[in-house]
């Protein structure tokens, strides 16, 4: 079974996680139609980007007599932000990085930056800056240089949103990036203000600030 996962950004941004099991007919083409809710993950949102998800599906159709033919199934879409293989994450950010710099395309993108959004939405309330291993490999070196000097200090996980908009800077993702940094930089400012003293906490937030020249 091939798919594509859509994890809605209201859902990151909340950190809503669950598993929806879907019911659908499996066409005699291995396309997925008529689907439905069986077991409801308890979140519209998860439910809905369920449904979206499954009618992405492609699988492998039944076969009766050696012929394909249709059939029901019930399927699992799981929703996790926690417990990140961030050995995995960095080996699939890496493989989207070369894929768009061989053939630039939106959709790229997009995955991209829904792995970014990953990473900064589930470890937004950790304080283990070990995960900054892993986004230094990721970024560009110009978004990697605006965490200098606090790379060992606290997890920089929102330079993911700079680093969008400095290597596609002309794309819809840019502008979508722009947009949840404004949300996230709010509360993310608090945290680093009661984890940072002052007055590095403040020169890191305005370095943030400038980086996105709001």
Do not use: C
Not at 134 to 158: C, F, M, Q, R
Request: cysteine-free.
């Amino acid at each position: 079974m091939d798919y594509r996962l859509f994890y809605p950004d209201e859902a990151l941004e909340r950190g809503l996680e669950g598993k929806v099991i879907v019911s659908l007919i499996v066409t005699d083409e291995g396309k997925a139609k008529d689907v439905t809710i069986h077991e409801s993950s308890g979140y519209y949102l998860l439910d809905s980007a369920a449904v979206r998800t499954a009618n992405t599906f492609v699988f492998s159709p039944a076969t009766l007599r050696n012929k394909p033919v249709k059939s029901a199934v019930q399927v699992p879409v799981e929703f996790i932000l926690k417990n990140i293989d961030f050995e995995t994450w960095i080996a699939e950010v890496k493989i989207l990085q070369r894929k768009i710099e061989r053939q630039y395309s939106k959709e790229t993108i997009e995955e991209l930056y829904n792995l970014y959004k990953k990473l900064i939405y589930s470890t937004r309330l950790e304080k283990d800056s070990n995960v900054n291993d892993y986004i230094k490999d990721a970024v560009l070196n110009s978004t990697g240089k605006l965490w200098e000097g606090y790379w060992s200090v606290y997890p920089g996980s929102i330079i993911l949103f700079i680093d969008i908009v400095n290597r596609y800077p002309d794309s819809f993702m840019s502008l979508k990036a722009r947009a949840d940094f404004n949300k996230f930089i709010k509360e993310e400012a608090t945290r680093i203000r009661h984890t940072i003293p002052y007055p590095k906490s403040d020169t890191i937030i305005n370095r943030l600030y400038n980086a996105m020249d709001i």
